[in-house]
């Protein structure tokens, strides 16, 4: 069974990994979509107000391809990109692209979980959204998880006593990633194979059924 890697910036295809390349569609250059499994959105530290009209037009064409598994990633900064009022105008605009679409969102959160919370509520969202390299407390993990957000890790597992590491050896539900090709997938899925006391083999499988699940 292969690794998934459920967000990565390295967009070299490797040999029995099933990685979600993560695209920003920010700017004037106009990407390439390549045929391999997509997250695209427009990040908070890239997005500009004044673009949104070009940016979301490119982005609600290219999200509609079936080769893109979810949106984002995109989400809050409390310390880069534009102000908050304007990250959380640009993040409503790809909630409701995802809620129509039926598409799980990678969510990227610097100090706004409130703010985030705050604005599912609010919208009333039902749509799966995953928090990306969470490295917080346990405490606000578990409470991001009764509130329905999935987390995803990366090398914070690679600190056993870190609250990533906790939660991994508590709970059956979350994912793994690379992000930005820091630590190889293998050597992120032998730590938490490690934390959980289990084979790689059968976190493979876990997180591929938890996958399954988000997946529509």
């Not at 673009?51 to 900064?77: F, T, W």
């Not at 009022?85 to 598409?103: G, H, N, S, V, Y």
């Not at 995953?130 to 405490?139: D, I, S, T």
């Not at 578990?142 to 509130?147: F, T, V």
């Amino acid at each position: 069974m292969d690794y998934l890697d459920i967000h990565t910036h390295n967009e070299q295809r490797l040999p029995g990994v099933r990685a979600i390349l993560s695209l920003s569609l920010t700017g004037d250059e106009v990407p390439e979509y390549p045929e391999r499994d997509l997250a695209l959105g427009l990040h908070p530290w890239f997005a500009k107000p004044q673009q949104l009209n070009s940016d979301y037009a490119r982005l609600r064409e290219a999200a509609k391809l079936p080769h893109v598994k979810m949106i984002g990633e995109c989400g809050l900064d409390r310390f880069k990109g534009p102000s908050l009022p304007e990250q959380t105008l640009i993040l409503r605009k790809q909630f409701e692209l995802a809620d129509e679409l039926q598409k799980p969102v990678i969510l990227h959160c610097v100090r706004c979980f409130d703010e985030l919370i705050a604005l599912r509520k609010e919208m009333k969202l039902e749509i799966p959204m995953v928090l990306h390299g969470f490295n917080k407390k346990k405490e606000l993990g578990r409470q991001m998880q009764s509130l329905g957000f999935y987390l995803s890790f990366g090398k914070a597992l690679l600190d056993a006593d870190s609250g990533a590491a906790a939660l991994v050896r508590e709970g059956d539900v979350f994912f793994l990633e690379s992000d930005h090709d820091e630590h190889r997938i293998e050597e992120i899925y032998e730590a938490a194979a490690n934390l959980k006391n289990c084979s790689v083999e059968e976190l493979k499988a876990l997180i591929f059924a938890n996958w399954n699940q988000i997946i529509r």
